[in-house]
């Protein structure tokens, strides 16, 4: 830097000696000798500038460069007239063949004007009589909309958890901020004082989000994986002892398939079992795997409605007639073939649990994932922070 320092203070030098267009014009350098990242310096020779008596309130500042700060530098300036001058950029693979000369390169001035006007229509509602129950002023809303952005990260802070700019974070914090405002009784950026009292509004609003933010994408996510592979292990479990796996409502239905058989073995209730037309599809091909398995007739229907149902039966008995044809019972040994379907499905294991436990491990396993999501953030994103400190700390103990 000190190379580059001096390089530029000899190009100063050429052009004012050597250029018509360089003569008259105050320059000031600021190189490695001041500290500070050059856009901050240069908005602190603005600021001193804007402090003395004889300073013309439309002169107009022009700040080249492509970092996104420079918007918020600038509005923080509040002077009407100041833009940005950027170069174009492309994304994407770029031609071999552009040319990389500076007469070829596109530039575009953004007017901070502009940006201010399209705030000020963002906020109008707020303007209206009736919404403050303070003095509504535009330039407090824009130091407010500058610390608003601070949210969403820059060069010093992490942004908060679900804050993107691609997402629209800006947008929701917009919203917000209209509603917590009138409660607020006053602006958040008192002069450049933060009303903590204030901002805990917002940031109470904006923690809401991140619980919804959580749940959607993460806890309930991880909760089915993990009810998944409870699934998997439960499954494979029963496969290696021979069993069968069943739900809930599959173990219910074979229940009442078998009464149904224990009654018509005694020639009681109905020919036909009938399974409801709003059953799951899913669960309409365990009863045809069951009804193949018990040697049952199963047949789909349709009733009044046009709804298409199952009706289980007995081969050669699904009749409306009340007389039982002779010989239709099951021999001793289809009848023993079928109690050993009938026990297999008795030993089945079920997997899932009832809709009560679910919704408590839901919730066991959510607030679980929440806190240690919130934990991972302020260790990845503030340990450096904690590190320093703690350096620091240590330096001065040793030196003393």
Not at 29 to 35: A, F, T
Not at 118 to 123: A, G, P, W
Request: hydrophobic letters at 35%.
């Amino acid at each position: 830097m000190a190379k580059l320092t001096t390089h530029l203070k000899y190009f100063i030098n050429k052009k004012v000696s050597e250029d018509v267009d360089w003569q008259g014009v105050e320059v000031v350098l600021s190189g490695h000798e001041v500290p500070g990242e050059g856009e901050h310096k240069i908005m602190e020779y603005i600021r001193l500038a804007k402090a003395q008596p004889s300073y013309d309130p439309n002169v107009r500042h022009c700040l080249y460069g492509l970092d996104a700060d420079l918007i918020m530098l600038g509005l923080l300036s509040h002077d009407p007239h100041f833009c940005l001058l950027r170069e174009e950029v492309t994304f994407g693979r770029q031609s071999k063949t552009k040319s990389k000369e500076l007469e070829h390169q596109n530039f575009y001035l953004m007017h901070l004007s502009v940006v201010r006007e399209y705030l000020e229509h963002e906020f109008q509602e707020l303007g209206k009589p009736g919404v403050l129950s303070f003095p509504f002023d535009m330039e407090r809303i824009i130091d407010d909309f500058i610390l608003l952005a601070f949210f969403v990260g820059n060069d010093f802070l992490p942004n908060l958890p679900g804050l993107h700019i691609n997402e629209g974070a800006l947008s929701l914090q917009f919203k917000l901020y209209k509603e917590i405002l009138p409660k607020a009784g006053g602006y958040i950026n008192e002069h450049g004082v933060i009303n903590l009292k204030r901002l805990s509004l917002l940031l109470e609003a904006l923690s809401k989000f991140e619980e919804q933010l959580f749940e959607s994408e993460s806890s309930a996510a991880n909760w089915l994986k993990g009810k998944q592979r409870g699934t998997l292990e439960a499954l494979d479990k029963a496969k290696s002892k021979g069993r069968l796996v069943l739900t809930t409502e599959q173990k219910r239905v074979f229940t009442e398939v078998k009464k149904w058989l224990e009654d018509r073995r005694h020639k009681k209730g109905p020919k036909v079992f009938d399974v409801p037309a709003d059953y799951p599809a899913k669960d309409r091909k365990f009863v045809e795997e069951l009804a193949a398995s018990l040697r049952l007739n199963c047949e789909r229907l349709e009733n009044e409605q046009g709804e298409l149902y199952l009706a289980l039966s007995h081969y050669g008995n699904s009749g409306d007639d009340d007389e039982e044809e002779e010989g239709s019972e099951e021999d001793d040994e289809g009848h023993a073939a079928v109690l050993r379907v009938l026990r297999q499905y008795d030993k089945a294991e079920v997997v899932d649990v009832s809709v009560d436990e679910a919704k408590a491990e839901l919730e066991r396993k959510y607030q679980q994932g929440f806190y240690e999501w919130k934990d991972e953030y302020y260790k990845v994103c503030f340990l450096i922070l904690i590190y320093m400190r703690c350096s620091i700390a240590d330096s001065i103990s040793s030196y003393r």
